[in-house]
T-cell receptor, first 113, second 116 residues
């Protein structure tokens, strides 16, 4: 296993468009996390899954954002009607338990024009 | 609400010297976890070191060690024998899970540059 992967690595879109990102965690990890990181800031927690169940959602995750992990493996994060304020790096991480080390993916950099 | 503060936006250190990065946090919890992560330029974030709050002994990982002062809510990272590869952003993070409520809070980071 080569670690956490994310696709695409970069996405440029126009305001109002929908975008979807994918995260493939380390295969034996049942916890999966999404974060958003803007320039000069630390990552901000968005949501996390235990297997296919979404257990926690940050208030940062507006109703334009939705995340799924349908089979407890890969996850998708969709942003509808993108806004310029959505421009950021979206990071995915996975772990076995929530108290365990989180392994991060390379991130998807979103630019909304 | 929990907060994590890193008061040093940028630091530099000469190769082979020792540097200490500071982190303070605010919480009313007694059991939690603290982490230092490293994010090299254009590379993935990786864990440097972790500390469980219930452990009094400071964590160490090779050249990296922490000074955990629970009463003062301080969690500093010491890097000994600094290497050029240590150049990166360093983030302090706090984690707490209580009855299904999960909080993972990062500081704003310290940019460390190791000089040859």
């Amino acid at each position: 296993d080569t670690g956490v992967s994310q696709d695409p690595r970069h996405k440029i879109t126009k305001r109002g468009q929908n975008v979807t990102f994918r995260c493939d965690p380390i295969s034996e990890h049942n916890r999966l996390y999404w974060y958003r990181q803007t320039l000069g800031q630390g990552p901000e927690f968005l949501t996390y899954f235990q297997n296919e169940a979404q257990l926690e959602k940050s208030r940062l995750l507006s109703d334009r954002f939705s995340a799924e992990r349908p089979k407890g493996s890969f996850s998708t994060l969709e942003i509808q009607r993108t806004e310029q304020g959505d421009s950021a790096m979206y990071l995915c991480a996975s772990s076995w338990e929530t108290t365990d080390t989180q392994y991060f993916g390379p991130g998807t950099r979103l630019t909304v024009l | 609400a929990q907060t994590v503060t890193q008061s040093q936006p940028e630091m530099s250190v000469q190769e082979a010297e020792t540097v200490t990065l500071s982190c303070t946090y605010d919480t009313s919890e007694s059991n939690y976890y603290l982490f230092w992560y490293k994010q090299p330029p254009s590379r993935q974030m990786i864990l440097v070191i972790r500390q469980e709050a219930y452990k009094q002994q400071n964590a160490t990982e090779n050249r990296f060690s922490v000074n955990f002062q629970k009463a003062a809510k301080s969690f500093s990272l010491k890097i000994s024998d600094s290497q050029l590869g240590d150049t990166a952003m360093y983030f302090c993070a706090f984690m707490k899970q209580t009855s299904g409520t999960y909080k993972y809070i990062f500081g704003t980071g310290t940019r460390l540059k190791v000089l040859a």
